[in-house]
């Protein structure tokens, strides 16, 4: 039996973690997830040896962070041998086109468009939450 | 230093002139000299032919051989013309006639004395001839003819001398005014080099000045430019990050207020299910039925509110990012198929759009249709219901490159307080009975001054307005496809 995926949720904004974990809580995904609220300590959660020995991952990244951009993280996670197999979701405020192709350019797997309007934001949380109930994470 | 030139130049046509009278003077001069010298040859022609005749006589008279008659004859031909010459010359010069009647009466007496001889030997009476040239009447005629001739012969080479002379002097003057004339003209030739040369140093000057001054002007120009690009950019990014980061915590705000109501909702279940038990406090009731709802309402309005506020802005800073592409655009097919696009609009309402034929211009299509499109959208939603709608889209080329368009409309006008306000975001005039967030002309304006037009707007309450627009027949782009 292969170990259930561990979710890592890079979000500086504790409301709207709370809001993605409850929607995805509410698709019936009841894997693991671990928050950060900065970029450095989930770096250094994500390249600890535990961590690396210990997959699979799905990672969940906002952009907008204090400490770095999200994007750093996505270059750092996508160039290391083992963690570049985990599948990352960018779910974010900005819906523009360079950073989305940069994103993309970068090595992210699924681009997320946090909506404003509450519905559409639950819905597309439990939605992604479908998603994750299916998606395959590689062995990392 | 012209005046000193004109002066040259006076001189030299004063120079030339003189020379030109001189030259005249010494030709007439010359002439009368050779007039002279003719009534000379005509004196002592006189003198001869008058000698040839007596030797005739005199050897007609020895042998009596009338073939000596012909040189008579000959000799008295050839006098006649020469004394006739001498007439002409004595009504020319009155001074001359005296001497010249002298030799005239002289000759016409010697003629006769020879003329009665030769007569009176050719009738055989040789005596009386001989006696007539012995009388020595002849003779006293000749001598006094030699002395006349000479005596008009000394007064001719007089004449002659001074008249030569003067020649001389005229010719030396001519001489010395065209020294004078090449001198002048070497003056003037180095006056003009000279001031030429002035001239060409003084333009080259004026026009390294100009050059520094332009070169200074340019820097400063791409210095300005560069500071309002970087503040512009700096303005762009500053509307982006703050419509971002806005919107993270309304994300919140509104996730936050559906969960409280779907909290409400529960709860509400709740008290239902305990009122069909027992009686539930009104005050219960009332917050979770009435003031809760009411509140979650504003709550969720407001923010929708600020969504649209801050989409607003950050596409407001999207399109002050977008690449421009100028091509060239027929305006005139342009403002019609926004014309076409409002029609049902326009037909409800029974108002009518003409689209004049309008110039082309080279610019960037999507700014384009975005303030033609806002415009006439803007004509159409602000008529006045009163009276049947006219809008008009005419527009010229106007000289120094630059194309005017104007949307004219005969709607509900606007007051002169709120001629600038429209033009701000979020900002509206009028009275508020149509749709909008206040975005239409802020996004024109900023269209507009990104394609380097302008807008203007002349407008009437209750009258009507006219937009007037005014753009760079070709939109020329600092690097190709950047930003203005």
Known sequence: MTQPVKIIMVEDDHGHAKLIEKNIRRANINNEIKHFDEGGAALDYLFSEEILANGPLLILLDLNLPDMSGTDILEKVKSNDRLKRAPVVVLTTTDDKVEIQRCYDLGCNVYITKPVDYESFAGAIRQLGLFLSVIQAPEI | ?484
């Not at chain 2, 007064?155 to 030569?164: D, F, Y």
């Open chain 2, 1 to 484: 230093m012209s005046a000193m030139l004109i002066l040259v130049f006076g001189l030299l046509i004063l120079v030339n002139a003189t020379t030109f009278v001189m030259i005249q003077r010494t030709a007439s001069v010359n002439q009368t000299i050779e007039h002279a010298q003719q009534m000379r040859r005509a004196s002592r022609t006189t003198l001869i032919s008058m000698l040839n005749a007596e030797t005739a006589q005199r050897g007609f008279l020895l042998t009596g051989r009338s073939d000596f008659l012909q040189p008579y004859r000959d000799a008295r031909a050839e006098m006649e013309p020469a004394v006739a010459f001498l007439d002409e010359g004595a009504i020319q010069d009155p001074t001359l006639k005296a001497p010249i009647e002298r030799i005239h009466r002289l000759a016409d007496l010697k003629w006769a004395e020879m003329e009665r001889t030769v007569t009176l030997a050719q009738q055989g009476r040789i005596g009386q001839s001989i006696q007539s040239v012995r009388s020595g009447e002849g003779k006293r005629y000749m001598d006094e003819l030699r002395v006349a001739v000479e005596d008009f012969d000394t007064i001719k080479s007089t004449r002659i001398a001074e008249r030569s002379r003067a020649s001389e002097r005229f010719g030396v003057l001519t001489v010395t005014m065209n020294a004078i004339a090449g001198l002048l003209v070497i003056v003037l030739a180095l006056l003009s080099a000279w001031m030429v040369r002035r001239y060409v140093s003084e333009i080259q000057g004026a026009r390294a000045t100009l050059d520094a001054a332009n070169a200074g002007l340019e820097d400063k120009i791409r210095e300005r430019t560069g500071d309002l690009m970087r503040a512009n950019e700096e303005i762009q990014r500053f509307a982006y990050i703050v419509s971002h980061d806005l919107r993270a915590p309304l994300v919140n705000v509104m996730g936050y207020t559906s969960e409280l109501e779907q909290a409400g909702k529960i709860v509400d279940k709740a008290i239902a299910d305990a009122e069909k038990t027992r009686a539930v406090d009104p005050d219960v009731v009332m917050a979770i039925r009435e003031d809760m709802p009411e509140a979650i309402g504003f709550i969720r309005a407001s923010t929708e509110k600020m969504d649209r506020l801050i989409n607003a802005i950050l596409k407001l800073s999207r399109e002050g990012r977008r690449n421009l592409l100028p091509e060239t655009l027929d305006m005139t097919a342009m403002a019609q198929n926004i014309a076409n696009s409002v029609h049902h609009q326009t037909e409800a309402s029974g108002a009518r759009i003409e689209v004049q034929p309008l110039p082309e211009i080279e610019s960037d299509r999507i700014s384009m249709e975005q303030i033609m499109g806002n415009l006439i959208d803007n004509a159409v939603k602000y008529l006045d219901v009163s009276r049947p709608g006219e809008i008009v889209v005419s527009g010229e080329d106007v000289p120094g490159g630059w194309v005017v368009y104007r949307v004219a409309d005969n709607g509900r006008g606007i007051a002169p307080r709120d001629h600038e306000r429209i033009f701000e975001l979020f900002r509206r005039s009028g009275k508020q009975d149509r749709s909008g967030e206040g975005l239409g002309l802020a996004f024109v304006r900023n269209s507009v001054r990104r394609i380097g037009g302008t807008i203007d707007i002349e407008s009437e309450l209750g009258k009507g307005s006219t937009f007037l627009l005014k753009f760079p027949k070709r939109l020329i782009l600092a690097e190709p496809g950047g930003a203005l």
